[in-house]
């Protein structure tokens, strides 16, 4: 559990917060990943929580509809996607970006998407896909690292400089590929770069095989609220079409969705 997370469920004080909400919740984010069913072992691990309240959670939740047992693991049910579909139906960022992707996508023949910063990842927040691009398949609610993607270098390089830090030193980088970022000096570096240049491209990363190019989503008043890409296979895109066939279709739509974005 970080730092924020570890603020979040324990703030002394404060008459106001319900802990045992920000523990429940915390509980279902424990569930993001590949494995569908964890034991309370697993979820205490994964949240830094005591199996007892762990336990009171998921009990909790199981008697909601939210969760579901075979008496030794634990699984979340869909009546959860009501949480998520209550941004996705309601928020002004997703409902304007689908069929700007989607444009997008029928344009280029390649998938995209947009996503925003959360905690120490990129979430997406809507997607156009139009093939399957990675081993893992993405799609909203999806979470990149920040440091080796497109998308998450274009949300570092509009940080204020103290949050850039803070993210940064709560952040392990670490190689997914043979091709990522080794060090922090080089990250920089990186996102001097983009900073100036408008544009993030990543080349092989995350995943041996994908390419892809963000730009960032400025809303009415000029703040980076997300950033938009598309993503592609190597073996078909170079990243000279990228930049060339693939950027001025991307800051068209970027800044089409901005302006209907509202300020934070």
Known sequence: MNSKQDNALFRAGDPDFMTSLARGLHVIRAFTG?????????????????????????????????????????????KVLNLGYAYLS????????QPLLEEVSRTLDESSSVGVLEDNSVVFVARSATRRIMSVTLRVGSRV??????LGRVLLAHLEPDQLTEHLA????????????????????ILSTVRRQGYALNDQELEIGLRSIAVPVRNVVG???????????????????????FLPVLRSAADRLGGQLPPN
């Not at 494995?35 to 205490?44: C, E, G, K, Q």
């Not at 309601?90 to 970006?97: F, G, Q, R, V």
């Not at 091709?179 to 570096?189: A, E, F, G, N």
């Not at 703040?223 to 066939?245: F, K």
């Open 223 to 245: 703040e980076v609220v997300a950033a938009m890409n598309v993503g592609a296979q190597a073996s078909r895109v170079s990243l000279r079409e990228m930049v060339d066939s």
């Open 90 to 97: 309601t928020a002004p960022m997703p409902i304007a970006a």
């Open 170 to 189: 709560s952040t392990e980088i670490r190689a997914h590929t043979r091709h990522t970022v080794p060090s922090r000096k080089k990250l920089d570096d």
């Open 145 to 150: 690292p920040t440091y080796c993607t497109a």
């Open 34 to 78: 590949f494995d569908r069913r964890l034991t309370i072992a697993d979820v205490s691990r994964a949240t830094g929580l005591t199996r007892a309240v762990v336990r009171r959670c998921l009990y909790t939740l199981r008697e909601l509809g939210y969760a579901g047992t075979d008496g030794r693991t634990f699984y979340l049910l869909p």
